[in-house]
């Protein structure tokens, strides 16, 4: 996930995604320490596998034609009573209109399993819209994106 979202906080979407397989082995060589080379070729064949498969998406063809807004957003606020919830934000972007964030989720699992997964983050789907609409004075909308089957899934 860490080699996943280094790539993607700074990828530009409008290009053609082979583009974001060619740089998996500089982005490991950054993210992977000296005792973890052995995993290096498994990382590197993940990686690729879920950035082929995302790049194939729709979800892929929608983020390039959106405009970014912004990426890893980092947010500290107060939440409920005498609580303070603080995260980043993947990405934040405009498109046909109207504002999105998404979360990059890196799960093993199918198109199929999605929706079912993406309940388990609807408490962060709440978190981050309040964080978005307190900040931009906006209603936003929601997703998360798993990568590895290109499927976002609003909440």
């Known amino acids: 996930g860490v080699v996943t979202h280094c790539l993607l906080e700074r990828w530009d979407f409008v290009k053609d995604?082979?583009?974001?397989?060619?740089?998996?082995?500089s982005a490991l060589?950054?993210?992977?320490g000296p005792d973890d080379q052995s995993i290096a070729g498994a990382v590197a064949e993940s990686v690729s596998d879920l950035l082929a498969r995302f790049g194939r998406?729709?979800?892929?063809?929608?983020?390039?034609?959106s405009e970014i807004l912004g990426r890893e957003i980092p947010f500290i606020m107060p939440w409920g009573d005498r609580q303070v919830m603080e995260g980043v934000i993947d990405?934040?972007?405009r498109f046909d209109g109207e504002l999105w964030i998404t979360d990059y989720k890196t799960d093993?699992?199918?198109?199929?399993?999605s929706p079912a997964r993406a309940e388990e983050y609807r408490t962060q789907s709440e978190v981050y819209?309040?964080?978005?609409?307190q900040s931009l004075k906006t209603e936003p909308r929601f997703h998360?994106?798993?990568l590895r089957c290109g499927a976002a899934i609003e909440l």
Not at 17 to 25: E, I, N, R, T
Not at 29 to 32: C, F, R, S
Not at 57 to 65: F, T
Not at 108 to 113: K, M, T, V
């Open 17 to 25: 995604p082979a583009g974001l397989l060619a740089q998996v082995d």
């Open 29 to 32: 060589q950054k993210a992977l």
């Open 57 to 65: 998406s729709g979800a892929y063809a929608r983020l390039r034609s």
């Open 91 to 93: 990405l934040i972007y």
């Open 108 to 113: 093993a699992i199918s198109a199929d399993q």
């Open 129 to 133: 819209k309040a964080v978005v609409r």
């Open 144 to 146: 998360c994106l798993f």
